[in-house]
């Protein structure tokens, strides 16, 4: 396995997290219908428990959702996605714990609410097209110091798998996100503080998914910091065969390392532990690559 790309300054940092070794965001389903863990985090109380152990386990990041979007997920009003998410965003800043909280969210009004509870990442499946108040939020985000995370989307949750198409499909994403980037800079977020995702299965499919993963170095090259969200998903039981979400951690795993080999800079997982675990052995491992290409006895 190749070291990562060095397209970033050592000293770069995000939130306040040093951009010099892969971060860890660990995904909070405050949701009924998420694909893989629906339903084990939905009361508040387990959200915060199941949060604060991904903290003690090395997460950097917690990503807090209350809106399934899985493909076919229905839309959750606004109201609805407040209460499921709000609650949590103040018992984790009540709790003192040191990550850096992230709202995923593609509304204005809970994201705006989140920022007021405490939270420092706008992460938006949308890229902040899906309402049009978000552009004047995300600018709220960068003036406090966060950031907001665009990711790309081929249509809606609801019918985003029936038939994607794509006539190059690294390109496509790469300039969908470098005119989100722009937009986002224009509104008032600086590159520094946004991150760009390519939306691993937000209507793509297989081969639309290898594609971008195997061109993370070019997504890298828009300089903004990359975000991966492959965890769990179909494409891992595709290639793994497992079909079993909730089963798909060593699959998962080896797509997270293959990622911040390419350069990706967070991976946004479900399982952090093991996550963690062998983001250590990977980094210790590159850190020697100076030695790759000598004999050794
Ligand atoms: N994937 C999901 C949700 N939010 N955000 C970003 N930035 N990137 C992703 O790849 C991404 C995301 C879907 O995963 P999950 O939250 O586990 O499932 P669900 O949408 O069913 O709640």
Redesign the pocket.
């Known amino acids: 396995m190749n070291a990562a790309p060095d397209h970033r300054e050592k000293s770069q940092t995000l939130c306040g997290l040093p951009l010099s070794r892969p971060l860890v965001m660990g995904?909070v389903?405050v949701?009924p219908?998420?694909?893989?863990?629906?339903g084990l985090h939905f009361e508040p109380a387990r959200a915060v428990e199941h949060a604060l152990a991904m903290v003690r386990d090395g997460a950097d990041i917690l990503?807090i959702?209350g809106?399934?979007?899985?493909p076919g997920?229905a839309l959750v009003p606004p109201d609805i996605e407040l209460a499921r998410v709000i609650p949590v965003i103040e018992a984790l800043r009540a709790s003192g714990c040191g990550a850096v909280i992230s709202v995923?969210t593609r509304k204005a009004s809970v994201a705006r609410a989140a920022l007021t509870a405490g939270a420092q990442i706008f992460?938006d499946?949308s890229a902040l097209s899906y309402d049009p108040g978000s552009l004047s939020v995300a600018a709220s985000y960068a003036q406090a110091g966060g950031a907001v995370?665009l990711?790309h989307a081929q249509g809606d949750?609801a019918t985003m798998q029936d038939n994607p198409s794509y006539e190059d499909v690294l390109a496509q994403v790469t300039d969908y996100l470098a005119e989100r980037a722009r937009l986002a800079q224009a509104a008032g977020v600086p590159l520094r503080q946004q991150i760009l995702?390519p939306?691993?299965?937000?209507g793509k499919d297989l081969a639309h998914n290898i594609a971008l993963m195997r061109g993370i170095d070019r997504l890298q090259a828009l300089g903004a910091p990359l975000?991966?969200?492959?965890?769990?998903?179909r494409m891992i039981g595709q290639l793994s065969g497992q079909a079993d979400a909730a089963k798909r951690v060593s699959g998962s795993i080896a797509a997270g390392l293959y990622a911040v080999s390419r350069g990706a800079q967070i991976l946004?997982v479900?399982d952090v532990r093991e996550t963690v675990e062998a983001l250590k052995v990977w980094q210790a491992l590159a850190e020697a690559s100076p030695m790759r290409g000598e004999r050794g006895v």
Not at 33 to 38: A, I, K, L
Not at 199 to 202: A, D, L, P, R, S
Request: negative net charge; aromatic residues 6%.
């Open positions: 995904i389903n949701t219908d998420s694909f893989s863990d629906g990503d959702g809106e399934s979007t899985r997920a995923d992460n499946v995370c990711m949750p995702d939306g691993i299965g937000f975000l991966l969200g492959v965890s769990r998903k946004r479900h």
